[in-house]
T-cell receptor
């Protein structure tokens, strides 16, 4: 089954404790992206990757890191999480760009205390 | 940076009514996308628009790419309970921002049977 998986689905952590949210797709997609969703703000793009070893900042990259060492994986790293990073995070992938259907993962709900 | 405004923020309608929502921006775009997010799920692409003035339908959904390339609207005809969810516009940037995707704030749709 074609899908985007994220882990963990739910995470409670404390300020400053490094964490990684994994994202994996099995569709051989070139494009992958991370978003955060907050009430009243819609989805905001954090980072995106057009292909392996190519990553670019979205609208809200501060406090986040990503890597794209393999085509299928695009982990999101929070080196020192803060409470303002409490949010719902979505990973997405698509075959290419320019209106290609993006497939979204199920979401990761993060609470930083 | 560009400003993206989606309205209305929320709508409460009766089953069978038509719905209209729109997005306006201070910037020009080459592509407009419309997504729907069901409760507890990631967004799913509904319609993609590639040319100014383009009018595209997908079942009971109709979307148009504004002539000025700064706006787009989405209409849903004869709404049904499963139309409930959050609808997002997402125009695509090009040029140096190739690959960057910005979402509107979303329109929360509630349909009463």
């Amino acid at each position: 089954e074609a899908q985007v998986t994220q882990n963990p689905r739910y995470l409670i952590t404390v300020t400053g404790k490094k964490l990684t949210v994994t994202c994996s797709q099995n569709m051989n997609h070139e494009y992958m992206s991370w978003y955060r969703q907050d009430p009243g703000l819609g989805l905001r793009q954090i980072y995106y990757s057009m292909n392996v070893e190519v990553t670019d900042k979205g609208d809200v990259p501060e406090g986040y890191k990503v890597s794209r060492k393999e085509k299928r994986n695009f982990p999101l790293i929070l080196e020192s999480p803060s409470p303002n990073q409490t949010s719902l995070y979505f990973c997405a992938s698509s075959r290419g760009w320019e209106g290609e259907t993006q497939y979204f993962g199920p979401g990761t709900r993060l609470l930083v205390l | 940076g560009q400003q993206l405004n989606q309205s209305p923020q929320s709508m409460f309608i009766q089953e069978g009514e038509d719905v209209s929502m729109n997005c306006t921006s201070s910037s020009i775009f080459n592509t407009w996308l419309w997504y729907k997010q069901d409760p507890g799920e990631g967004p799913v692409l509904l319609i993609a628009l590639y040319k100014a003035g383009e009018l595209t339908s997908n079942g009971r959904l109709t979307a148009q790419f504004g002539i000025t390339r700064k706006d787009s609207f989405l209409n849903i005809s004869a709404s049904i309970p499963s139309d409930v969810g959050i609808y997002f516009c997402a125009p695509l940037e090009g040029g140096t921002s190739y690959g960057k995707l910005t979402f509107g704030q979303g329109t929360i749709l509630t349909v009463h049977p």
